[in-house]
């Protein structure tokens, strides 16, 4: 009896770690975002109805509910943690919002962002910097960025708290004489991330 209670503890345990620290493992841990930091970073983009936010690391779908909810718009996440993934959709149906929002498992380097209008992040410096130029060439100029905590080196934010570490960035016009598009077309030329 005690080395099966030994088991189930170690067990759960693993578990319980596996489920903490498994993001970590494939590119950024997970540490939810709160509520209130949330509502900013959807605030400083001005979500509204007509807009498209997809949430890149989309955790247990704080974001996502909070976007179709309260602000009205459509939302897409994507995660690639198979359990948040399913945390996601229950939060999602729990919230009825099955019509609006998506969540899709998944590597997001891999998923096509031309269709948003938002893009939330909450990642690591290092995925910042291999994600930038996935950003600038397949969002449209307009379109809106917004990171916690970590930045987009080279890319001046257009707004920035700094308090709670929130920056929104503009996407600009394809013209290639912008720096931040000057670095997309020598990314494209070379076949490599910046």
Not at 171 to 194: C, E, K, N, W, Y
Request: with cysteine; glycine share 8%.
């Amino acid at each position: 009896m005690a080395a099966l209670l030994g088991w189930m503890l170690i067990s759960s345990a693993s578990a319980l770690g596996m489920f903490l620290l498994w993001s970590a493992f494939i590119g950024a841990g997970w540490q939810p975002t709160s509520r209130r930091k949330v509502r900013k970073m959807l605030e400083m983009c001005r979500v509204g109805p007509s807009d498209v936010v997809y949430d890149l690391g989309s955790g247990d779908g704080r974001i996502l509910v909070e976007a179709a909810k309260t602000y009205h718009a459509t939302a897409v996440g994507v995660e690639a943690d198979p359990i948040r993934v399913l945390f996601s959709r229950f939060a999602v149906g729990t919230n009825r919002l099955k019509g609006r929002v998506q969540v899709v498992w998944g590597n997001f380097f891999h998923v096509d962002l031309s269709e948003a209008t938002v893009v939330t992040l909450f990642l690591s410096q290092g995925a910042n910097r291999k994600l930038k130029a996935k950003l600038l060439s397949e969002l449209r100029p307009g379109a809106r960025v917004v990171s916690y905590v970590w930045t987009f080196d080279g890319w001046s934010p257009a707004s920035r708290d700094a308090d709670d570490e929130i920056s929104l960035y503009v996407v600009p016009s394809h013209d290639v004489s912008s720096p931040d598009r000057a670095a997309t077309a020598s990314f494209h030329a070379d076949g490599r991330l910046a």
